[in-house]
């Protein structure tokens, strides 16, 4: 016999221990498409819930460099919104999912919520004379807090913000890293703080401080990969546009230091243009290539999307000296996509086409269907054959095999092609020519794979 | 007079090198690709070799690691558009590393200098 079972305790009033609940309800959420901030809500949802550890408010720190700032309190603003909201919370029924939609909303009354009170409290990390809260940080130690108001080692700007004589200070630390602090306190039930509840707020905070770990190291990576990305595009931008500036520098100068006959004046002049001329399409590539945003694909007639296409570049191919063969099925059927982006891609490949082909090369453009649901269409050269080794790469930005390519036509098509639900592929053998083949979903009839 | 060899594939950076080294008082070679520096290295002699890293075909790198399997004495200058290939210890055996700029100075400069050790 197999049974399914579900992973989530669906709401803090089971029937299982409130540690085996707590721990399913926080692990979940984690799991969850939640930001951050929703996701440590979670935890302070947890904390304040009348049928999970039941404190009445619950304050967030996190650290920051080598200070400790407030984040987030949750909890009511009186004793009558205390009431109300364990009215509505107490309903049966009620799931964590409806607590943490109503504690957001709590959150967002930020014209008076107890979030907006604790955020201007900031408190140094470092020194000898630490107070609480800093110090449960400091000795790694969960601390009670009784009698507030007589003991002299609480921060007075603290203890004016939480106005109560009991609280609990839980520390948010791994590996050794101080990440934050949770304090709790019971302030409209006035009910004193037992053990169970700092055994049950020790295990949020170990949880706390796991999610905030991997939270923050997960934004780190994120942020390394954007960066290694952002480094790759600068260096490739960088190296395009210095030959250019080499030459208009170089030859700048040369007219500048002597005086030259016409001749040389007049090549010298035209050099600066033609590479100004590259400069710019460097720019119109990098602008136009990198932004792709199709509408939604919608059926139309590839024939005449691919005439107009050819009759484009048919010009170009007899003034590079090369063979323009097409042969598109008759009665295509209609295709998924954008045709002012279809024909853009198509474009692409076709000028890629003929600068790998040799001069007197041909060129291949084929439309076909392959069966019912897709259509296909593919342009082929006659030239070296794309290496294995830059196969791999070639759908990526600044790869490329031509001398002043920028890498950017395929990956274009390649986003052009996704967008509308497509796919594209290479053939390619060495000496003997590539081709680039783009499937099309047929009309909006169903699909099968390519 | 000095003859130095300016391997690059660039077509007006080739015109503008050999101008101004000329000018300069160099007897200057150019060649657009790493396959025929090599040819011309095998044939006659150059005092020093200018050379850039990325070509089409063999590379600069692979360039000067057969150039010092060739002539271990030759003085070798990278130019280059690329700030990284600097990190790349291939390069090292070259004697000095210029970024293409917008002035000629530093090449000219760099050039002098070894011509002149």
Not at chain 1, 90 to 111: D, F
Not at chain 1, 212 to 225: D, G
Not at chain 1, 227 to 246: C, D, K, T, V
Request: glycine share 6%.
């Amino acid at each position: 016999m197999i049974e399914p079972h579900a992973f989530l305790a669906p709401d803090f009033q089971s029937r299982e221990p409130k540690e085996l609940t707590l721990l399913s309800i926080v692990s979940q959420s984690f799991f969850q498409p939640f930001s951050v901030e929703d996701n440590l809500l979670v935890i302070l949802t947890a904390l304040t819930s009348g049928s999970g550890v039941g404190f009445n408010r619950a304050m967030l720190f996190l650290t920051e460099g080598d200070r400790l700032r407030g984040e987030m309190w949750l909890g009511p603003r009186s004793a009558e919104e205390a009431r109300t909201i364990w009215e509505i919370l107490s309903t049966p029924g009620i799931g964590y999912i409806e607590i943490i939609e109503h504690n957001r909303s709590l959150l967002s009354l930020e014209a008076d919520s107890l979030s907006r009170r604790i955020r201007p409290l900031e408190f140094s990390l470092a020194g000898d004379n630490l107070t609480v809260p800093v110090t449960a940080l400091a000795k790694n130690e969960i601390l009670l807090v009784r009698d507030a108001s007589r003991e002299p080692l609480i921060d007075p700007r603290f203890l004016q913000a939480i106005d109560v004589e009991e609280f609990l200070c839980v520390p948010l630390l791994s590996q050794n890293e101080v990440l934050g602090e949770i304090v709790l306190d019971n302030a409209f039930s006035r009910q004193p703080i037992q053990p169970k509840d700092i055994k049950l707020a020790g295990l949020c905070g170990l949880l706390a401080a796991n999610y905030i770990s991997t939270a923050t190291l997960h934004r780190k990576m994120v942020e390394m990969e954007r960066l290694a990305a952002l480094g790759e595009m600068s260096m490739f931008i960088a190296h395009q546009i210095r030959n250019p500036l080499a030459a208009i520098g170089g030859f700048t100068d040369q007219l500048l230091a002597a005086p030259a006959d016409e001749s040389k004046r007049r090549r010298n002049l035209e050099i600066i243009r033609r590479e100004i001329q590259r400069l710019e399409n460097i720019i119109f590539e990098l602008t136009h290539f990198l932004k792709v945003d199709p509408k939604t694909p919608a059926p139309f007639d590839p024939g005449p999307a691919i005439r107009a296409v050819l009759m484009a570049v048919e010009l170009k191919a007899a003034s590079e000296g090369r063979e323009l063969v097409s042969r598109i099925e008759d009665r295509l059927p209609p295709i998924l996509g954008d045709p002012t982006y279809f024909g853009e891609a198509l474009r692409n490949l076709i000028v890629n086409a003929f600068e790998a082909s040799p001069p007197g090369g041909r060129v291949e453009v084929m439309a076909e269907r392959k069966d019912a649901a897709w259509v296909v269409v593919s342009v082929r050269d006659e030239g070296r054959g794309i290496p294995p080794e830059v196969r791999s790469k070639l759908f990526t930005p600044f790869v490329s095999t031509k001398d002043r390519g920028m890498g950017l036509g395929l990956l274009y098509a390649k986003r052009v092609m996704d967008a509308c639900g497509g796919t594209i592929e290479l053939e390619s053998e060495a000496g003997r020519g590539s081709t680039f083949r783009l499937f099309f979903r047929a009309g909006e009839e169903g699909r099968t794979d390519p | 007079m000095n003859k130095i060899l300016i391997v690059e594939d660039e077509e007006a950076l080739c015109l503008l090198y050999q101008e101004e080294l000329t000018d300069e008082g160099y007897e200057v070679t150019t060649v657009r690709d790493a396959e025929g520096a090599l040819d011309l290295l095998r044939r006659g002699h150059f005092d020093l070799i200018v050379t850039d890293i990325r070509m089409p075909g063999r590379d600069g790198v692979e360039l000067i690691t057969q150039i010092v399997g060739l002539r271990k004495d030759i003085p070798i200058v990278i130019n280059t558009a690329y700030q990284s290939y600097k990190d790349d210890f291939m390069t090292w055996a070259a004697d000095a590393y210029v970024v293409k700029s917008s002035s000629l100075t530093e090449l000219k400069v760099r050039i002098k200098d070894l011509m002149t050790r």
